[in-house]
């Protein structure tokens, strides 16, 4: 990805703030969520910021196609301002986020034998458009099998995990595999730019709740999530440990080898809580304790990118801060959209949404 050169760090963190103004409040994503139909829906849509996206979906509307065009304004504005982001190479490598989330869909895809065109429905492939890398997911849909698909991706930055998914969806037959190691490749990819360059991004003393505390976040979440997955998918402890994601943040090395070798998902669970005070409630299955960690730490990152504008001021970390929002609003809007469609009541659909 080019990028042109800062001309300085308020450049971005102007930008970010500026952008910040462009994201929808409780009260609009409320209103959204009363709509009756996906049609109103879409109507009460074009009077956002999401006009542009929408422009090209037409009746009969659908969840799917209305949440792909969510992205498709997402991988714009993240492509954006990743233009001047200059020396800050984190932010653009946080773009592969949005091809990561192509990529896991069509590998998924092939593994379960879909064809091309049951497949390209649910990709709208924008993100890759805007960097050239279009080919990549258009090689992966059109190999014969997934074998021939991970082979496409040689020479690749997610070549290498890709493989290791294939190997263990292969052995256990568990497909999200494939979400876990390509996520390992993005957040490996942060992770090292992180720490070749900490003072570039973490800055001074009082530079809090900015990149460096994403990343942390990103990081641990990634290990932790990870780990307690990998546990409940019947993983052996040294590949669990392979999957870790280096150097660890504030849940150490040391704690993530023992939620590896721990009894139960719930005594792992424990491990963090000195770490992270998310306090999970008694759940009927290890997914549905899994799926509360992984709340708390959504819960936490958004609260820390909304912290980052009021810490922050004018820098780069306001950037990710934004992206994380406007992530986190994609993500709320896709939920209402598939709530609206199945005629779920509106309270129900909020109670669902982080806002």
């Known amino acids: 990805m080019k990028s042109r050169r800062l001309s300085s760090k308020s450049y971005v963190g102007t930008k970010a703030f500026a952008l910040r103004g462009s994201l929808l409040d409780a009260a609009a994503v409320q209103k959204l969520a009363e709509s009756t139909s996906l049609d109103e829906l879409v109507n009460r849509l074009r009077s956002t910021p999401y006009a542009d996206s929408l422009a090209s979906l037409s009746p009969p509307f659908n969840a799917r196609r209305i949440e792909l065009a969510l992205r498709e304004r997402l991988a714009t504005v993240h492509h954006s301002v990743t233009q001047g982001a200059g020396r800050y190479r984190i932010l653009q490598l946080y ?9 896991k869909l069509a590998l998924k895809a092939r593994a379960l034998n879909r064809t091309y065109e049951e497949s390209a429905e649910y990709l709208d492939m924008k993100a890759e458009e805007l960097v050239g890398r279009r080919d990549l997911i258009v090689k992966v849909l059109s190999a014969k099998d997934v074998n021939e698909a991970v082979t496409m991706l040689s020479g690749s930055e997610f070549f290498s995990d890709v493989e290791k998914a294939l190997a263990a969806y292969n052995s256990r037959g568990e497909i999200r595999f494939f979400d876990v190691y390509i996520d390992h490749a993005v957040l490996s990819a942060i992770s090292r730019e992180y720490s070749r360059n900490p003072s570039l991004y973490a800055g001074k003393s009082a530079d809090v709740n900015g990149i460096a505390d ?6 641990d979440s990634y290990n932790v999530l ?8 019947g993983l052996p402890e040294s590949e669990v440990q392979e999957m870790v994601v280096t150097p660890a943040k504030r849940v150490q090395a040391s704690a993530l080898a023992s939620m590896a070798s721990a009894d139960s998902v719930s005594e792992a669970v424990k491990l963090i809580e000195s770490s992270y005070r998310f306090s999970p409630q008694s759940a009927p299955s290890d997914e549905e304790l899994i799926d509360q960690v992984e709340e708390g730490f959504a819960k936490a990152m958004k609260d820390t990118a909304t912290l980052a504008f009021v810490w922050q001021g004018l820098s780069p970390g306001t950037i990710l801060a934004f992206i994380k929002l406007l992530e986190f609003e994609v993500s709320n809007l896709a939920a209402v959209a598939i709530g609206v469609e199945a005629g779920i009541d509106p309270k129900q659909i909020l109670s669902k949404v982080r806002i």
Request: charged letters at 20%; proline letters at 0%.
């Open 95 to 103: 773009y592969l986020k949005n091809i990561a989330w192509d990529l």
């Open 214 to 219: 994403i990343v942390a976040l990103d990081v």
């Open 226 to 233: 990870s780990t307690l997955r990998a546990k409940l998918w």
